[in-house]
């Protein structure tokens, strides 16, 4: 069966730190993978979305990046992080259409 | 205006009751999911639909592709199912779009 791991799960790191958080999928092949954003209060936003190695599609432009170095693997990062990086971030993944939308457990993430 | 919305954003039941949370959508889609988000953050997917009715357990999801608008029930409520859920559309590209969900508490 399919799994994904996301870690750490919290995260306190002070302004302009750098930032890695690290998402691996199991028990698939060419998943298309995600990374979101929730503030405080507010809804998923959508960062980041690969539908291959070094695919990568940016959907809000800000200090972070995202990078794919292996099929099943999605990492995201910061060279600065700012306050309002603060947030839960969420790892995603979906083999399709017919296979649904699977989030990982997400990463509580504090700058200070 | 999100192109996702939910409806009650708060909602506050006592246990037992029967509830309905809804979703409108303005864009074209190819599915709808209702997504379960625990007060921890972990998130878990309950339905994904795109047409008719789906049933699990005590949940009941609904969608009308013509009106754009899918409801989610939850029967003989308890405060276990307290939780945020979360309507997302797949409009047919790689991504979902979010409501900003409908935050449930359920008392004993």
């Known amino acids: 069966s399919q799994t994904i791991h996301q870690w750490p799960a919290t995260l306190v790191q002070p302004v302009g730190s750098p930032l890695s958080l690290e998402c691996t999928v199991e028990?698939?092949?060419?998943?298309?993978l995600y990374w979101y954003r929730q503030a405080a209060g507010r809804g998923l936003q959508l960062l980041f979305y690969?539908?291959?190695?070094?695919?990568i599609s940016s959907e809000v432009p800000q200090n972070l990046s995202a990078s794919r170095p292996q099929d099943r693997q999605f990492i995201l990062s910061s060279k600065k992080l700012l306050l309002s990086d603060s947030g839960f971030y969420l790892c995603?993944?979906?083999?399709?259409?017919?296979?649904?939308?699977?989030f990982g457990s997400g990463t509580r993430l504090t700058v200070v | 205006k999100n192109e996702v919305e939910q409806s009650p954003q708060n909602l506050t039941a006592q246990e037992g009751e029967f509830i309905t949370i809804n979703c409108s959508y303005s864009v074209g889609i190819s599915a709808l999911h209702w997504l379960q988000q625990h007060p921890g953050g972990g998130i878990v997917s309950l339905f994904m639909?795109?047409?008719g009715k789906k049933k699990h357990g005590r949940l009941i999801a609904t969608i009308n592709i013509q009106e754009k608008h899918s409801s989610l029930h939850i029967t003989a409520s308890h405060p276990r199912d307290s939780a945020v859920y979360i309507c997302?559309?797949?409009?047919?590209?790689?991504?979902?779009?979010f409501g900003t969900g409908t935050r449930l508490k359920v008392l004993a």
């Open positions: 997302a559309v797949h409009s047919g590209t790689y991504k979902y779009i």
């Open positions: 995603a993944w979906s083999g399709g259409l017919d296979y649904g939308y699977t």
């Open positions: 028990g698939t092949s060419n998943p298309n």
């Open positions: 690969s539908v291959g190695i070094g695919q």
């Open positions: 639909l795109s047409s």
